[in-house]
């Protein structure tokens, strides 16, 4: 008899009803297909799926005049002729890893024997091969030669799969802009390693401060709780760019209200370089005091050894640019004897004679 569908046929439908261990799905037929329910349950013996939901399935063929279709081949429909189509139709068989042998493992599929080579046991984080003996395990079909007499399959197939699966539903709720909780898995170097629903994320260490950070393990720990701001996400390669420094208010918005021209403030040396020392006003704000405005202090001194990163130091703002993200200092020390020193000559000035220092000592 001939039926809508062919042995092994992929289909999509719609759960119609749920009753005790039997799914029914709608064909869009006079009767509706049959699947096992233990197919579709978790751990816990609940059901990963509810009524109205759409699922995939293969057609396993008329049993006692119902259309029965299946997720995965296991057990006794496991036949060669279901493992034929398994293999033609990439339908996942189910199999008891019995032993390990040399270079892979045994896999018992129904009444077949298979062998699953070490390299597609498991996924990206493997166990020792230990581990998989004894176990139920999805594979699918990579080679079926000799009318099923040599089989060869993969584990880690069904799990990049599955794999793909999650990221793509990931992709689909993660946007870049969006602000989320992430835990901190490891740290490097070059930054940290977050989760975030199950998926590692890279915060580069140049977004987690306003400030630079030169030792990560001072800002954040293995197990921390964030709030991190997705700056961008290559999903094709699977890579995600978290950011904590997109969430702080940034310094620089605010610079030419907040710092005047002409006026002192206090900062700190963050920083000493050949021309200069870098003196941070605040989290996020440094101003560069250009070694030409040092007092007594010409191009060839060597700066690190008169001042220290860490000491605080009284300046005086000289220009701000706020596109360029530059702001100009000058020591208060060197501004105030500038000052003390236009005084002096404003004071002694003469205006017939002009100044003159030996005139200035005879006035005494």
Same mark, same amino acid.
């Given at each position: 008899m001939k039926h809508a569908f062919e042995i092994g046929?992929?289909?999509e439908a719609a759960i119609v009803a749920i009753s005790g261990?039997?799914?029914?799905?709608?064909?869009?037929?006079?009767?509706?297909?049959? @699947?096992?329910?233990?197919?579709?349950?978790? +751990?816990?013996?609940? @059901?990963?799926?509810k009524e109205g939901d759409v699922i995939k399935a293969f057609f396993v063929g008329e049993i006692d005049g119902e259309m029965r279709f299946t997720t995965k081949i296991a057990g006794e429909k496991a036949d060669k002729s279901?493992?034929?189509? #398994?293999?033609?139709? #990439? *339908?996942?068989? +189910?199999? $008891?890893?019995?032993?390990?042998?040399?270079?892979?493992?045994?896999?018992?599929?129904?009444?077949s024997r298979a062998f699953c080579p070490y390299s597609q046991m498991g996924g990206r984080n493997k166990g020792e091969p230990s581990e998989f003996v004894g176990k139920h395990l999805t594979f699918l079909i990579q080679e079926y030669k000799e009318d099923g007499?040599?089989?060869?399959?993969s584990n880690r197939a069904i799990l990049e799969i599955e794999h793909k699966k999650e990221v793509g539903k990931l992709e689909n709720s993660l946007k870049v802009g969006m602000t989320v909780k992430a835990t901190v898995i490891s740290l490097q170097t070059f930054g940290a390693?977050?989760?975030?629903?199950?998926?590692?994320?890279?915060?580069? *260490?140049? +977004?987690?401060? /306003?400030? /630079?950070?030169?030792?990560?393990?001072? +800002?954040?720990?293995?197990?921390?709780?964030?709030?991190?701001?997705?700056?961008?996400?290559?999903? #094709? $390669?699977? /890579?995600?760019?978290?950011? @904590?420094?997109? @969430? *702080?208010?940034d310094p620089w918005d605010t610079v030419q209200e907040k710092y005047i021209v002409g006026k002192k403030y206090e900062g700190t040396i963050i920083r000493i370089a050949q021309f200069g020392l870098f003196v941070q006003l605040e989290p996020g704000l440094d101003g560069l005091v250009h070694i030409s405005e040092m007092t007594d202090?010409?191009?060839?001194?060597?700066?690190?050894k008169l001042f220290k990163t860490g000491t605080k130091m009284s300046v005086i703002i000289k220009e701000v640019n706020r596109s360029e993200k530059r702001i100009a200092l000058t020591p208060t020390s060197s501004q105030e004897q500038d000052l003390s020193a236009a005084k002096y000559m404003a004071d002694h000035n003469d205006d017939d004679d002009g100044y003159n220092p030996f005139a200035a000592l005879l006035k005494r």
């Open positions: 046929q992929q289909i261990d039997t799914i029914f799905l709608n064909l869009n037929l006079k009767s509706e297909g049959v @699947l096992d329910a233990t197919e579709l349950k978790k +751990e816990d013996g609940t @059901l990963s799926v279901m493992l034929e189509n #398994a293999w033609k139709n #990439a *339908i996942p068989v +189910e199999g $008891h890893v019995e032993k390990e042998i040399k270079g892979g493992f045994e896999v018992k599929i129904g009444s007499k040599n089989l060869l399959v390693f977050v989760s975030i629903q199950g998926f590692q994320a890279l915060l580069p *260490i140049s +977004e987690i401060s /306003r400030t /630079r950070v030169t030792d990560i393990e001072k +800002e954040l720990s293995v197990g921390q709780e964030l709030t991190v701001k997705i700056i961008n996400a290559d999903w #094709a $390669h699977e /890579r995600v760019s978290v950011s @904590l420094k997109a @969430l *702080i208010a202090i010409d191009r060839n001194t060597n700066l690190a």
